[in-house]
């Protein structure tokens, strides 16, 4: 969690991801932000996320993010 919280602050200092749920309907992560935080966490974490992962409940919160990560980690 912690690695994932790094690149959500270097990608949008200004928001406080800790305890939001509403990140994307909210409107504080737009679909520019998506698109680089994709490319961020599968250079991070190793991963590839599809195509048809990238919606807005798999980018609301940090824990729905994580759980995206591992799912995609255990394939």
Do not use: H, W, Y
Request: glycine fraction near 6%.
């Amino acid at each position: 969690m912690d690695k994932l919280l790094e690149i959500l602050k270097e990608l949008r200092p200004d928001v406080d991801f800790v305890g939001n749920t509403q990140l994307v309907d909210s409107g504080e992560l737009d679909s520019f932000d998506i698109v680089m935080l994709v490319g961020e966490l599968n250079d991070a974490f190793e991963i590839t996320i599809p195509i048809g992962s990238i919606v807005p409940e798999n980018f609301n919160s940090t824990e729905a993010m994580m759980a995206l990560i591992k799912e995609i980690q255990a394939q």
